[in-house]
């Protein structure tokens, strides 16, 4: 029994660690509804670089969470959407965020840094 509860253990800390990475939840977020180019993803997740972007949309794919697609030109474009992983992501996301909006928004959780809206 130790053992399985190592592996859950190990397997939800890499789950968190890659979803909880700085502007990961908000470009998860954003390609929530379906495919985006890279300057709509820019756009809608403003604030961040575009080298942060690009290292994080990377890092999302190695992992198996969005996928990138190269479009046909002329021009040639990219695109990103969730991968069926990702998609998957979207009850754990709704419940986070329930959680933010009860305990963070309203300051009852002590240590959580609440970021300026931008």
Known sequence: MEDLDERL????????????KRWTGAII???????LRYTQITQAVRGVSERLLSERLRELELAGIVIRRVLPGPPVGVEYELSEAGRDLEEALDALSAWARRWVETGQVAGVPRRARV
């Open 9 to 20: 253990c190990d397997s939800f800390q890499s789950a968190v660690e890659l979803i909880g």
């Open 29 to 35: 977020a954003v390609l929530r509804p379906g495919p």
